[in-house]
């Protein structure tokens, strides 16, 4: 009888550790898919300048700008987002260019000699 207690007691704390472990397993992989979501953008140059696509993004959140080289050409490969702090120049195998916006509203892209002009816009976070 105490072996079956005893047998009983370790299956239940065995039970106890796996939940534990599984939910705090799903709250992390729940808190790295948050961590995880990025805003996926298109950096293309057309004959009025820099056009992102979309054209709005959300702040606080991360941005992954992928550069089309095809469109994208000479200067106008160093791309400079000064609200972000962001002055990079791309070239092919690295053609992304990562930031977080901290500040909403419209926000400017220039080439690196200030020739080329564009702009994008940041909003707040939809309230939940």
Known sequence: MRIRML???????????VLCTIGGTAAAQ???QQA?????????FDDKGYVVTPSTVVKGVPVRMT???DTVKGCMRTVVIDAFNVKQTVKAGATTIEF??????PIQIVCGMNMGKGQFT?????KQ
Request: proline residues 5%.
């Open 7 to 17: 047998r009983g007691r370790m299956a239940l704390t065995l039970a106890l550790a």
């Open 30 to 32: 729940s808190g790295k």
């Open 36 to 44: 995880k979501t990025v805003q996926n953008v298109k950096l293309t």
């Open 67 to 69: 550069v089309d080289l």
């Open 100 to 105: 977080t916006p901290t500040k909403t509203g």
């Open 122 to 126: 940041v909003v707040e976070p939809a």
